[in-house]
């Protein structure tokens, strides 16, 4: 058998290179980054057992998680709720903390492993909301999607988790690793227009 | 039209796949009638007016919901999680 050697590459690697790209604005409406290293765990509370995750994930976030479409945490620590009794925890980094976690929910929760399937972006920019509104169908307008709002919905065909990180407005969305290059196809013809920075 | 989820708020109907009547669907009857498990299976009623249907929001929270619907107009009246695991969510 040849020696394969198996690569740890994030889902846009060799897509999203530094750089400017579209219109030459000499200031880009939307800048685009890719969060590289990171782990992720879904949470599904049993049957009966919400309130109780719903306690836990608050502690670990150290901030109230909601059983609601919202997203909660930290600059290393992110909970985003994506069904009912369901979330979707994203830790920055190495992601040691999700084995306490994971601990803590044993017994009241399915807790899996989301591994390296996912792609997440963050998105930001004077522009960002002409450019998401080209291909999602909910209000992504200030005065309706604020900070810690989140959804799932889909862009383009492709589902997509998006939330709102702050008013500058810094949009998180995460989407299927195995979709990521058609997405990204999407997001950067939509913005070309405003001019896009990589970071 | 617009379907206002209980989780998610409200979407555009291409997020949700439709199956049909949901009081047809949600009561079941044993495999031994056959009679009884023809009705289920392709009977159906075509009111015009208000009609509880069932709907999945596929693109979104991935809940079964029942959707109370006027056939005439589209007005939807209810919507509600057609099981009782999404009860306390909050859209």
Known sequence: MADRTILNRSALAGLAKPGVIGAPTGNPGVRIREITEFAAITVIARRGRAAEVVEILSRHAGSPVADAAKRAGNASLSITGTAPGQWLVVARGAGNELDNMRADLNGIAAVTDQGDGRLIIEVCGARARDALAKGIAIDLDASVFKAGDAAQTSAAHTGLQIALIDEAPTFEMISARSTAESFWSWLVASAAEYGIEVV | M????????ERSN??????????????????????????YVYQRTNPAGLHRELWYHSAGCRRWLVVTRDTRTHEITNVAFANSRGEGATA
């Open chain 2, 2 to 9: 617009r379907i206002r989820c209980p989780y998610c708020g």
């Open chain 2, 14 to 39: 291409d997020e949700f796949t439709v199956l049909g009547d949901a009081d047809a669907l949600l009561t079941r009857p044993s495999g031994e009638n056959i009679e009884a498990f023809h009705e």
